[in-house]
Every structure is written in C-alpha cells, then in structure tokens.
C-alpha cells in the first residue's frame, strides 16, 4: 500500500465533481493515506480553478481526518515556450506544481516541439511533477525528458488514470515503459499518482502499481512511502 497520492482534483476543478477537500481528505483517510495533494486546474481549464482559490489555498488546514495535506496546482502548459496558466506570485505560495498538456490548452507539435515544451516547463521552479507526459497524443522525447527531469530536480508522474480501463488516453503502456526505462537508467524519481478527479479514485494504484512493478523498476526511485523525503522534495525550489 502507497501512503501519499499527490496528484487529485476537488470541486474547484470542475468535470462534474462535487468534493471539497473535506470530502477527499476524508476518503484518503479511510483508504490509510497519510499525505494528500490537492493540485486542482490551472484557470486555462474551463470552469476551474481561479486566482483567488488559488490564492485562498494559503489559508487552508495542513491536517484534516490525520491526513497532511499540500496544496499544489496542475498547470496547464500552454505552448513550446513552456508557457503557464498561473502567476508567479500565486505560485510561489503553493507548496508545489504539476504541469501537463491538455488538448484544450495545448495544439500538439511534432515530437521535437513537445519535448521543448516539457523541458521548458521543468526549468519553472514551482513545478515538481511531469503530469501523464505519457500521452500518445503528445509524443516526446523521452530520454530528453528525463535528462532534463534530473537537471531540474522533476520527478516523472506515473497515472493511474492513464493506465486504468477507464482512462481516455489510449494505450499508454509503451510509453509508460519507456518513462521508466530512462527514469531508471538516470536516476530521476517517479510518483504513481490516481489524478482522481473527486473521491472515487484516491489512493487506488491497482493498474500503476501493477505496472511498475511488472517493470522491475526499483523502489528506492519511487517516492509514494518515502514521506519525508517526497515533502523536501516538492517544496525545494
């Protein structure tokens, strides 16, 4: 069993679901979670999260239901530039950031175009996470990715919504496994992450743990139940 899942969207991040994060902080109780991400969208996202619930985040418990909670965002990178959908000064009071390519944000580019994106992106230093980098409809370079991923101190983010039946991502299996292949050969950490949009999916790894594993990839990169660690981790910038 995995103890933090960092990557998880409330009611502020619209798609239909009603949760606070009252609600998802006691779900990852029942579930025996000890760390809690709330990274809801970016304001690029329709109807989710705007300037001032960012900014209201500041003001928010750390603890609720004996869950630690960290209050992130998942920005939206918007083109090759590495360009986001949040200030800096709001940023820089969020304890982390994933960014990640949407369709709705992002007009996809040749393989070369997209790895530029990401690597920009990493260079931002609120950003920790590389959020489903392994989207078919966005292809990259991934040894690329994780060279720059270890410069940068990023750590690859492995979706369960990526790899579950349920996910509209295609089969993202061969690029899953690369990630892998290169976060290995370069030492750069992973996190397996629900993207539970809403309670139903907090803390439920069963098709990314499955994977991982079956991958042979080594536990010591995978930072879930390396607690302390994970917190310096995403709040060094």
């Known amino acids: 069993m995995y103890l933090s899942d960092m990557h998880t969207h409330s009611i502020a991040s619209g798609h239909g679901t009603s949760c606070t994060i009252s609600d998802m902080a006691k779900t990852a109780s029942s579930k025996g979670l000890k760390l809690l991400g709330i990274t809801d969208h970016g304001p690029a996202t329709l109807c989710a999260g705007t300037p001032s619930y960012f900014r209201s985040l500041t003001f928010s418990p750390k603890k609720r239901f004996n869950v630690e909670l960290l209050y992130g965002v ?13 200030e800096e000064e709001l940023l820089s009071r969020l304890d982390y950031a ?4 949407h369709a709705q944000n992002y007009r996809t580019g040749t393989k070369a175009e997209n790895t ?3 690597i920009n992106v990493m260079k931002h230093p609120a950003v920790k996470i590389l959020g489903h980098c392994d989207n078919p409809a966005f292809p990259a370079d991934y ?4 060279i720059a991923a270890k410069e940068n101190g990023i750590a690859f983010e492995i979706n369960e919504a990526s790899l579950a039946p349920y996910g509209y991502r295609g089969d993202t299996r061969k690029n899953n496994r690369e990630i892998l292949y290169w976060a290995r050969k370069y030492g750069v950490p992973v996190l397996l992450s629900s993207d539970s949009h809403g ?3 907090i803390g439920d790894f069963t098709y990314s743990e499955e994977f991982i594993h079956n991958e042979l990839f080594p536990e010591e990169l995978i930072l879930n139940n390396q607690l302390p660690k994970l917190k310096v ?4 910038r």
Request: no cysteine; charged share 25%.
């Open 143 to 146: 040894e690329a990715l994780a």
């Open 74 to 86: 998942e920005l939206n990178i918007l083109d090759t530039e590495g360009k986001i959908d949040l």
């Open 98 to 101: 994933i960014a990640s390519m």
């Open 116 to 118: 530029n994106a990401y």
């Open 199 to 201: 309670a139903e999916h």
């Open 233 to 236: 981790f995403l709040q060094t």
